[in-house]
Each structure stands twice: as structure tokens, then as C-alpha cells.
């Protein structure tokens, strides 16, 4: 097999770093199975000031919530998590990427009940450009409304970023990709529009930014929050409410938000123009506001950024 090339040195397991290849599981491991894991996706920037996490101790919280609905016990708090990351992005030399924590149900029971299965937690990092593509930033994407609906309230917690949710994901976007689409974006069982398979999704209608409430069918993205922030920073009213489809085909713009895709507008729904079919202001002026902040390149106010104390480059040759 040769190198993939999210491959680095290093992966933290349970408290200590392993070399990549050795962050192994066994075929039994309950999460092979039954997708019995959470997860989370973050962003590290290199900024002018050094590289930075976007939201770290946000997402970090939102992974010890999604162990909580599963009853996982994660042995470990934010801060020691957020410790831990800082030190894999240093050890690896990455100092813009992508972060993956993921605990896992390893092995031990077999049957539904993960109780006899250990909790294993582990951190890694690559490095990933923009995930719908080099142009998609600019350009924007060509999305589909998907066939494959998103679970009802209750069935699976969308709240949580669960591994097996991402069957569903999975369903969406091969569709999508199947029929030419960059993206899909999936209803829920009312038939309000949900979110994209791994991105929420944003609409602009006459100068209002709308998005779905969070209803139980979808994840609460934190690029979502941090666009709904900045919307009222910037004054433009925003909305969180219920999105019938048909509204997909009449915005004036729409926008995917998501760690890895960022802010990506979205040119064509089923074929059909957003607007005049290319990235529209407010999605412009948002995607500025978001990029700029991400990559330390204006004010943060906020304390979104979370610096990651980098060793001074060894000086060679000074006496
Ligand atoms: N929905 C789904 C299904 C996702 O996988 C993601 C990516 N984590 C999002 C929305 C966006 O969430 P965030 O902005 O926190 O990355």
C-alpha cells in the first residue's frame, strides 16, 4: 500500500503517542460492527501569529456530549484533550490541517450491550486543503436535494456526532456524486430541509439569512454558530427556522458551513440557479468575514482562535 497521504508520524492513544502505523484495532472491536464511536472535525490555521485551532474547546466539548448520550466514559476533560492536540499538532509538525479525535467501543463484547467493550480514545491529524475542491470556495458547488432523508428526532441523536450516523451521510453523498453533484442536501421527515451530508445549510432571501432550527434531525455546527455570530456582528438579520425545500429553488443565495468545507456557496439545486448562479454578497461578505477570522487575519474577539505555542525554529550559524 503505498503512503495515503493524510499519513503523519504520530497518533495520541489513550494518553500516550504512538507511531502511525501502530494505532491498529482488532476486526472484533465493537466499533467495527456497530459503529459504536464519536468523533469530532477541526481545523488548525497557520496564522500570522502562529498556528491556531478554530474553536477548539468547542469542539472538544461537543465530543464529550456525544459520548455522554452514549454512555461512553471518556476519561478525559477538554482541557486535557485540548493539551493533548496542541502536542500531536507539534510532535506531527502540522501546523495547518485537519484534527480528528475519535472514541471508539474496542474489544470486549460482541453483543449490543458495549458494556464489556473498553472506551478507547485517540487523536490524529492531517493535513486537507479544501474539501469540495480548490474552486469550490470561489466558484461554489452544484448541489441536489438527496432522496435519502435524515433520521427523525429520536431515532438516531443528531445532536451527537456519532459514527453511525454517518451511514446516512454516506447515502447522500454517493447519490449526489453518482448523479454528478458535488454535495447533496437532505431533508428530514417532515421534509424541511436538514443539512448537506457532512455541512449545514444557509439561505439568504431578500437580504435575511435563514437556516434550519435545530429540530432533531441535524448536527449543531459550530461553523453554523459562528456564522449565525457574525451575522449579527455584522448586522445582518438571521433566522433559525423552519426551511421548506421549495425555498431552496427561490433564495437569492445559498451557502454550505462546515469545519472542512468552510463556507462554500452553493451555485445550482437540482440543476436549478442560486440567484445569478455564482457566489452571491452576503454569502461573499460572510465567507470574507470567516476566512479572514480562521486564518488570523483580522480581530477575534470572541477568543476563537487557540494558539498552539510553536519551538522556535533551531537559529543555525549565530554565534
Ligand atoms: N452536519 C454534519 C452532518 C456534519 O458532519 C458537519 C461537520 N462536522 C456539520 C454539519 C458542520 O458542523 P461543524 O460546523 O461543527 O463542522
Same mark, same amino acid.
Request: glycine share 16%; no cysteine; aromatic share 4%.
Given at each position: 500500500m503505498s503512503a495515503p497521504d493524510f499519513r503523519t508520524d504520530w497518533i495520541w492513544r489513550d494518553g500516550s503517542f504512538v507511531p502511525w502505523q501502530d494505532a491498529n484495532l482488532h476486526v472484533m472491536s465493537h466499533v467495527v460492527h456497530y459503529g459504536s464511536s464519536v468523533f469530532e472535525g477541526i481545523r488548525c490555521y497557520d496564522t500570522p501569529r502562529g498556528p491556531a485551532v478554530f474553536r477548539l474547546d468547542d469542539h472538544l466539548r461537543r465530543l464529550v456530549e456525544s459520548a455522554r448520550i452514549y454512555q461512553m466514559a471518556l476519561p478525559y476533560d477538554v482541557a486535557a484533550l485540548a493539551d493533548a492536540t496542541r502536542e500531536l499538532l507539534r510532535r506531527n509538525g502540522l501546523r495547518e490541517g485537519y484534527i480528528r479525535p475519535l472514541v471508539i467501543r474496542g $474489544?470486549?463484547? @460482541?453483543? @449490543?450491550?458495549?458494556?464489556a467493550s473498553p472506551v478507547e480514545t485517540f487523536l490524529m491529524c492531517w493535513p486537507w486543503g479544501r474539501y469540495l475542491g480548490a474552486e469550490a470556495l470561489e466558484q461554489g458547488v452544484d448541489a441536489c436535494v438527496a432522496s435519502w432523508f435524515r433520521p427523525?428526532?429520536?431515532?438516531?441523536?443528531? $445532536?451527537a456526532k456519532a459514527g453511525g450516523n454517518y451511514l446516512n451521510s454516506q447515502l447522500v453523498k454517493m447519490e449526489a456524486a453518482r448523479n454528478g453533484y458535488a454535495e447533496g442536501i437532505a431533508v428530514g421527515p417532515a421534509g424541511l430541509v436538514s443539512e448537506g451530508s457532512g455541512q449545514n445549510v444557509f439561505l439568504v432571501r431578500g437580504g435575511v439569512v435563514f437556516t434550519p432550527e435545530v429540530?432533531?434531525?441535524m448536527l449543531e455546527g459550530i461553523t453554523r454558530d459562528t456564522v449565525i455570530r457574525l451575522c449579527r456582528d455584522m448586522g445582518i438579520e438571521v433566522r433559525e427556522t423552519k426551511v421548506p425545500r421549495e425555498m431552496l429553488y427561490t433564495a437569492d443565495e445559498v451557502f454550505f458551513t462546515g469545519t472542512a468545507a468552510e463556507i462554500t456557496p452553493v451555485r445550482s439545486v437540482d440543476r436549478t440557479p442560486v440567484g445569478a448562479g455564482t457566489a452571491g454578497p452576503v454569502t461573499r461578505a460572510l465567507q470574507d468575514a470567516y476566512l479572514s477570522v480562521v486564518r488570523g487575519m483580522s480581530a477575534d474577539p470572541w477568543g476563537w482562535l487557540d494558539p498552539v505555542p510553536w519551538p522556535e525554529p533551531e537559529k543555525v550559524g549565530v554565534a
Open positions: $474489544l470486549g463484547a @460482541l453483543g @449490543l450491550n458495549p458494556a427523525a428526532p429520536n431515532t438516531f441523536p443528531a $445532536l429540530d432533531g434531525t
